[in-house]
């Protein structure tokens, strides 16, 4: 049962545009959100979170929107680098985050082409 | 250091043998989780410790694997009679109590290959 679900297993984007990468969950009791970027034979680096309370929050190229009516959150990159290129995953946590575990999704393979 | 530590960073190992992976959280962190990821696959959580106790360990997939923490600091996690399935990196990260932006914070990931 795949509660956390990143549908694309890949995106290119063009260098300068827009990255969107997508995330659902089926989970109601999910209240905070999280994408993590991977580089190949590393660990998973935080990016931006999100607390159920809002619908958006912004940091930087990242910004990251949550629709809980549709239990549905993307991540923006603008403009989109070349070091971008990365494997992001979504992660949810219930309301008692960091005393329960997070659900990750499959991940997506973002390639930035220059 | 002020990161999540793992050791080893790769592993070998033949079938049948028994493996421990050791984890060193960041300072002062509470929580400590075990993920792992193999080929081509997304993060699968393993067990999740507060202090030293494990609320949740649902995520073990078999008998064959058990974690322990001790002082609420190392966590080691062990693979008795190791399969080519467990072939993964596995992934050890650690938080804080929840504050506003807060996350997890993962390690670099101990490679298992069983051959």
Known sequence: ?114 | GAGVSQSPSNKVTEKGKDVELRCDPISGHTALYWYRQSLGQGLEFLIYFQGNSAPDKSGLPSDRFSAERTGGSVSTLTIQRTQQEDSAVYLCASSSNRVSGNTIYFGEGSWLTVV
């Open chain 1, 1 to 114: 049962d795949q509660q956390v679900k990143q549908n694309s297993p890949s995106l290119s984007v063009q260098e300068g545009r827009i990255s969107i990468l997508n995330c659902d969950y089926t989970n109601s009791m999910f209240d905070y959100f999280l994408w993590y970027k991977k580089y190949p034979a590393e660990g998973p680096t935080f990016l931006i979170s999100i607390s159920s309370i809002k619908d958006k929050n912004e940091d930087g190229r990242f910004t990251v929107f949550l629709n809980k009516s549709a239990k549905h959150l993307s991540l923006h990159i603008v403009p989109s680098q070349p070091g971008d290129s990365a494997v992001y995953f979504c992660a949810a946590s219930g309301r008692n985050f960091g005393n329960e575990k997070l659900t990750f999704g499959t991940g997506t393979r973002l390639t930035i082409i220059p």
